[in-house]
């Protein structure tokens, strides 16, 4: 995955931004992407939230056909991603959600309804979003992710096909094993 200072930016509305959400605790700081409609005249804004392990950059192809579309773009990548900030702690997905509301609302300024789409891991964050800032939101679409504390969650989070619910979770390990040989287990979980 290239460093963001190495993204082909195909379009010049593009901004990247960095935002510590409270400037007290320097700890958590979320990089974004802005895009917004060359016209002027914005739709709605659509906030996309990637899955595991990719980042914003995953959005790279449509963030301009959206905003082309009429939408002001905001592409996040969640803590513990990309360039945003990895704490040692605060990793659920209420966790995050609630550090993109504040960034959508309080630092971003956004006071309309927002489109929330998730893929993967995302889905499961723009979930937690909704639970907890309907007010807040137009619409939800979320994809390739299991919602917990459905049946089908249940039933499969502990099999062979999703080990890596529990592998990741396992405080520290993951990090020790994998650390200098991310090519390979990253190899493994796509090739599987």
């Not at 700890?27 to 906030?47: M, N, Y």
């Not at 800032?133 to 994809?143: K, N, Q, R, T």
């Not at 080990?163 to 200098?180: I, K, M, R, S, W």
Request: proline letters at 6%; one cysteine or more.
């Amino acid at each position: 995955m290239p460093s963001y200072n190495a993204i082909h930016i195909d379009d010049s509305r593009w901004v990247q931004h960095n935002t510590w959400l409270n400037v007290a605790d320097p700890e958590i700081r979320i990089h974004w992407i802005e895009c917004k409609p060359a016209s002027g005249d914005v739709k709605g804004t659509i906030l996309l939230i990637h899955g595991f392990p990719q980042t914003s950059y995953q959005f790279r192809h449509v963030i301009t056909p959206l905003a082309d579309a009429g939408y002001h773009v905001i592409v996040p990548d969640y803590r513990g991603a990309g360039e945003s900030s990895h704490p040692k702690e605060g990793y659920t997905k209420m966790v995050m959600a609630a550090d993109l509301h504040e960034l959508i609302t309080k630092h971003i300024g956004i006071k309309t309804k927002i489109h929330v789409v998730g893929h993967d891991i995302g889905g499961i964050i723009a979930h937690a979003f909704v639970a907890q800032f309907p007010e807040s939101v137009a619409s939800v679409i979320w994809g390739e992710c299991p919602l917990p504390g459905t049946s089908i969650y249940e039933k499969h989070k502990h099999t062979d096909f999703l080990y890596h619910f529990t592998f990741q979770n396992v405080p520290d390990l993951p990090e020790a094993l994998v650390t200098g040989r991310e090519r390979i287990y990253l190899k493994h979980f796509y090739d599987r």
